[in-house]
């Protein structure tokens, strides 16, 4: 197969992201299956590994390639190239995975990176049983900490009636009147004109959202052409089993990018004190009222939150989403610090040995 000359700046690449040196050249990461990456050069399509060296350096696991990143790589026409270097990045989602999870315990948690430079971030949910504000709010939470502009796509629009659609457009609309939301169905095509607002040449959108959502139906209709199996959900709950098992980036037929992620069932929210921030400003900004500055805002007189509670102007279940992902943030940030804490120290511990071992000779 002959590959084509390819213009980086197509997938978005720009040469103030690093220039090429040492023999290196650039590329944009476009699909990563276990430890094999597909990579988009100049040249065309590589398949890339880790240069032994990148796994020296990099000291977190977030420090590792994803899909959406640039990179900087020795190119081997003939066999696999190596990714040497990885370049900044300016936007990333990421989610937290727990390791050793087991029976409610955590025992460590790690920074999962789900996609990296994008401009957009599609959270799509679906108008069937499946219908969750809360969990639209936890991807809210995670896209404002990741710096993409968020976008709430409701998808199989066609599958109920029109009024009763409304009503939860309506519902998401009040939590986060400052997003867009869309609701689409990808098998007769309404809404998606809407869409390509945000589809536009040399732009990055990530899809983000559970399994049996329909972000397969969604992509296959924007690429127009079947990329994605598409499988059938449960009747009962109306969930699916994951279509997409890897994360990979599509380039549509307008010159728009997307990168398509595996349905999570789970959103550990990681590191997102910022984006709880951004999501539920409307709470915070509540405090600076109440009579005490250390309000507990439990039973206090002169509680700002509680007086909005109660003559409605904060909704119960708002306040109730803003503590369980303060909750939660707080527990998986100790979780976090302290392993980061415990490889510090680790080493401090090896450097000093080797310190030791050295006076010694």
Not at 51 to 77: S, W
Request: net charge neutral; glycine share 8%; with cysteine.
């Amino acid at each position: 197969m002959v590959n084509l000359k390819v213009d980086l700046k197509d997938y978005g690449y720009t040469e103030t992201n690093e220039p090429s040196a040492n023999g290196l050249i650039p590329g944009r990461i476009i699909e990563l299956q276990r430890e094999r990456y597909t990579i988009i050069t100049e040249n065309g399509e590589v398949t890339a590994t880790l240069k032994g060296t990148f796994y020296h350096n990099a000291q977190i696991r977030e420090d590792l390639p994803c899909v959406g990143d640039f990179v900087m790589l020795q190119y081997n026409e003939t066999g696999v190239s190596l990714i040497a270097q990885l370049l900044p990045r300016h936007t990333k989602f990421s989610r937290a995975d727990f390791l050793g999870h087991k029976a409610g315990h955590v025992k460590t948690v790690y920074e999962q990176m789900v996609a990296v430079n994008f401009d957009y971030v599609f959270i799509v949910s679906s108008l069937n049983k499946d219908f969750n504000v809360s969990r639209i709010v936890r991807y809210l939470t995670q896209t404002r900490q990741s710096g993409g502009a968020p976008v709430v796509i409701l998808t199989k629009a066609d599958l109920a009636e029109i009024a009763e659609n409304s009503i939860k457009i309506e519902e998401v609309q009040a939590v986060m009147p400052d997003v867009p939301v869309h609701a689409v169905s990808s098998h007769t095509g309404f809404g998606l004109d809407a869409l390509g607002e945000y589809l536009k040449p040399g732009k990055t959108v990530v899809f983000l959202g559970m399994s049996g959502v329909g972000k397969s139906s969604l992509l296959n209709a924007l690429m127009e052409q079947e990329v994605m199996i598409v499988k059938e959900i449960r009747e009962d709950d109306s969930r699916g089993r994951h279509t997409t098992t890897h994360r990979q980036l599509f380039m549509l037929p307008n010159g728009a990018m997307v990168i398509d992620t595996p349905g999570m069932r789970e959103l550990g929210l990681y590191d997102a004190e910022e984006g709880i921030s951004a999501v539920f400003s409307d709470v915070e900004d509540l405090f600076a009222s109440c009579r005490f500055s250390n309000c507990r805002h439990i039973t206090e007189p002169g509680c700002a939150v509680l007086a909005a509670i109660a003559d409605g102007s904060l909704p119960k279940k708002q306040w109730e989403r803003y503590l369980a992902q303060k909750r939660e943030n707080k527990y998986l940030d100790n979780k976090a610090t302290f392993k980061r804490e415990r490889q510090e120290f680790g080493k401090s511990i090896a450097k000093f040995s080797r310190q030791n071992k050295k006076g010694r000779k």
